[in-house]
């Protein structure tokens, strides 16, 4: 159940102190709009938004965040309430979607929990009005709609492509949508350059700040002091690789695969730990039948979802990000916190971490040889592995004190907590409360939910007879 009692009204006169990061004296009350339950694990984006906000609390003791998340409760709110800070959760999903073309009972269906949502969004923010609302990921605009209904700041934090690195679909299409952002927003941030020059197509590039994930190097390296929790490699495992990430096609932990079955082509040996949850219940066999066409499955270990993955990248030569395009590369960051030479693609934002050369390479996402190359370097000169290693934990030290840190974003939110706010107009509370009217009235919403179920049903049984013992273990991890 949520935890939060919204009381009060915290409406208020201020002006902005920058010296201070406080405004007038009064700290900025602050609404966080998460987007995910984060059912298996927390994922970059959520990390990212937790560390800003403790880096906030760390600046001004007085500040208060307020977390709109949502239903039904997964790994993010386990991580607020470990920290003791509010939350009210809500059921809804997004604009962006998984699939194209959904039928128009899906469409219906989570229509009527998204606009219900954002009507009592709107309450909430009524009954206990924040000085700025921050929106986290492109996702979901239910907190950005609230905060235009009412006249108040907002900022939206986009952490992602959308299409291009998670295969989401834009329901109103993605020039639009990148444009309603900027419209609904008083401050935009990315999470690399490569981001912000891809959203400043649609947004004035020159109006977005760019803020990287915090990484604390210093407690990577404690952490990866433990022992792993499954042994990530076999006892000869030549050249060890470890790729952190969830298990994905768009994520390309096939690209390792084909690259060690090309490097025992050549006579070199090296071994690959995957370590991630998954999309979907068969993909970890899909990636084991890949590497058992391609000989090399005994060099393949499938770790799962671990609460603690960086002894696993302590246990490796060197490490991969083989995704075709990310946004940021939390874990390009991590492996060169960790001491680790890091190899990633040229697409998006791993590109401007990597030093090539220094602190690991770069390799194009449709050059599997091109990954093999910069492999098999390492295997055959141990002291690169070392020199690079040694360069990737000074880059690091340097990128998480750099100009695009969290302390600078926080100066800019303080700021936007004053700037004069998007408004919708009075008739959108009204748009908002059709779909819920419409699935309510004459039993619309039973036959709508069951026509919804219909749609989902063989899907979810042909996954259950293809792979039961995997459906079952996702499932469980639910």
């Excluded at 008083?186 to 947004?203: D, E």
Aim: charged content about 25%.
């Amino acid at each position: 159940m949520d935890n939060l009692p919204i009381l009060g009204d915290a409406s208020r006169e201020f002006a902005f102190n920058a010296a201070t990061g406080t405004v007038g004296s009064k700290t900025v009350l602050v609404y966080f709009v998460n987007h995910s339950t984060a059912p298996v694990n927390l994922g970059g984006a959520e990390r990212s938004m937790i560390a800003l906000v403790e880096d906030w609390y760390a600046t001004d003791p007085d500040f208060e965040a307020v977390f709109i998340t949502k239903a039904p409760h997964g790994k993010f709110v386990a991580a607020i309430e470990e920290r003791g800070w509010k939350y009210r959760s809500f059921l809804y999903r997004g604009w962006t979607i998984p699939a194209p073309n959904p039928p128009v009972s899906e469409i219906t269906y989570f229509a009527n929990d998204d606009y219900r949502s954002t009507l009592e969004i709107i309450g909430m923010m009524e009954n206990r009005r924040p000085d700025l609302v921050v929106t986290n990921t492109l996702v979901a605009p239910w907190g950005a709609f609230a905060a235009a209904t009412l006249g108040i700041p907002h900022a939206w934090f986009i952490r992602e492509y959308g299409d291009l690195d998670h295969g989401l679909t834009f329901q109103n299409g993605r020039r639009e949508t990148f444009e309603d952002i900027g419209m609904l927003s008083q401050a935009v941030f990315t999470n690399s350059l490569a981001l912000r020059a891809h959203v400043g197509q649609y947004i004035d590039e020159s109006a977005i700040d760019v803020v990287y994930p915090r990484v604390d190097v210093d407690e990577v390296t404690r952490r990866a002091a433990a022992a792993p929790a499954v042994a990530p490699f076999g006892a000869d495992p030549g050249l060890a690789i470890t790729v952190v990430g969830r298990l994905a096609d768009s994520k390309g932990q096939w690209r390792v695969i084909d690259a060690i079955g090309a490097l025992a082509a050549r006579g070199v040996r090296a071994s690959v730990c995957l370590v991630g949850g998954q999309e979907r219940p068969d993909y970890d066999v899909q990636l084991l039948e890949r590497a058992a066409r391609l000989g090399v499955a005994d060099r393949v270990v499938i770790a799962g979802e671990q609460a603690e993955p960086f002894p696993f990248i302590a246990a490796a030569d060197v490490c991969v990000t083989p995704s075709g395009i990310e946004a940021f590369g939390r874990t390009t960051l991590e492996y060169m916190a960790t001491g680790k030479p890091a190899i990633a693609s040229r697409g998006g934002g791993s590109a401007e971490l990597v030093e090539p050369g220094v602190t690991g390479y770069l390799f194009e996402p449709d050059d599997t040889a091109e990954l093999a190359d910069r492999l098999e370097l390492y295997a055959r000169d141990r002291e690169l592995i070392v020199a690079h290693g040694e360069a990737g934990r000074a880059r690091a030290v340097e990128l998480v004190s750099h100009e695009y840190s969290n302390q600078a974003a926080i100066a800019r939110l303080v700021e936007t907590a004053t700037a004069e706010p998007a408004r919708l107009p009075n008739v959108a509370r009204y748009w908002f409360s059709l779909p819920p009217t419409y699935f309510a009235s004459a039993g619309r919403g039973r036959r709508i939910t069951l026509a919804f179920i219909r749609t989902r049903l063989p899907g979810r049984l042909r996954a259950v007879i293809a792979r039961p013992v995997s459906a079952l273990r996702r499932r469980r991890s639910r």
